[in-house]
């Protein structure tokens, strides 16, 4: 059975940094897009990024383009997100998702794509 589990999250001020990190652990992962989604209340899921299987291929949302980076240790079937320079928008609940999803950008970043899903880390951040 699949398992993936977020942590990391918590209250942060404008402009400050958090690293979430979500362990994968059930099955082997080889092949398997992993990502990051975000919702805040009131709002649909959203993309934030994603990271092929291998590490070497990276998709990052506009909206946080150059403030988040993605990355993947297959060692440890872990999945990071730095995230930096945070603002006030960035509030949200954050998923990470697993699956084999055929790497182009329209289809990774779809959250309907994915079919394994963590229960999520509450990120705040204070203005």
């Known amino acids: 059975q699949v398992q993936l589990v977020e942590s990391g999250g918590g209250l942060v001020q404008a402009g400050g940094s958090l690293r979430l990190s979500c362990a994968a652990s059930g099955r082997t992962f080889r092949g398997y897009a992993m990502g990051w989604f975000r919702q805040a209340p009131g709002k649909e899921r959203e993309s934030v990024a994603a990271?092929?299987?291998?590490?070497?291929?990276?998709y990052h949302a506009d909206s946080v383009k150059g403030r988040f980076t993605i990355s993947r240790d297959i060692a440890k079937n872990t999945v990071y997100l730095q995230m930096n320079s945070q603002k006030p928008d960035d509030t949200a609940v954050y998923y990470c998702?697993?699956?084999?999803?055929?790497?182009?950008?329209?289809?990774?970043?779809?959250?309907?794509?994915?079919?394994?899903w963590g229960q999520g880390t509450q990120v705040t951040v204070s203005s």
């Open positions: 998702a697993a699956d084999l999803v055929p790497w182009q950008k329209i289809t990774v970043l779809n959250p309907k794509a994915y079919n394994y």
């Open positions: 990271i092929s299987w291998s590490g070497g291929s990276t």
